[in-house]
């Protein structure tokens, strides 16, 4: 299962390169950037799923995937930023329930364990088009163009 949660993760890594180099906050970014950001990773990958798959219907095929997964992380991002108001908006609200706090972190908690999973399933679609070759190469080159975008040396490193 890690395994399988750092390949994901090194995934989503690839596709959020594009902001990596410049650090910013997560609320600070344009929306202009943000879409600049995304399409900046969904082409690193689609260069790197053309270098790798030979076959260029199912190369077409992975790289729709790869869209499919950029659009529910952007999604993603938005619930988190709504959860994170929603909670902006309870700290402010004097007479808030710890109840109401609960159920706000219970349902971005929700939220993110859906995308996940959604993102999950995608990852296993895409696997299933490519050689077992194709995609330990894919895996290594989103693992090696990672590392090159570490926020902090004191990092620690994942599992992956």
């Known amino acids: 299962m890690k395994r399988v949660y750092g390949y994901v993760l090194g995934l989503v890594v690839v596709l959020a390169l594009a902001g990596c180099s410049s650090h910013r906050h997560h609320g600070m970014a344009s929306e202009g950037k943000s879409d600049a950001y995304w399409q900046k990773g969904q082409q690193d990958m689609a260069a ?68 996940a999973s959604k993102i999950l399933s995608l990852r296993f679609r895409m696997k299933d088009l490519m050689t077992a070759e194709e995609w330990k190469t894919v895996s290594d080159q989103m693992l090696a163009y990672s590392s090159r975008y570490k926020h902090s040396e004191a990092a620690p490193k994942a599992g992956y």
Do not use: C, W
């Not at 190369?59 to 790869?66: H, L, P, T, Y």
């Not at 529910?72 to 909670?87: F, I, M, N, V, Y």
């Not at 402010?92 to 109840?99: K, Q, T, V």
């Open 48 to 115: 790197l799923i053309d270098r790798t798959v030979t076959d260029q219907a199912k190369a077409g095929q992975v790289k729709s995937i790869v869209g499919e997964i950029v659009t529910e992380l952007k999604a993603s991002r938005e619930q988190d930023r709504a959860g994170h108001r929603r909670l902006y908006e309870l700290n402010a609200n004097y007479s808030a329930a710890p109840e109401e706090f609960t159920k706000a972190l219970d349902d971005a908690n929700n939220r993110r364990m859906q995308s």
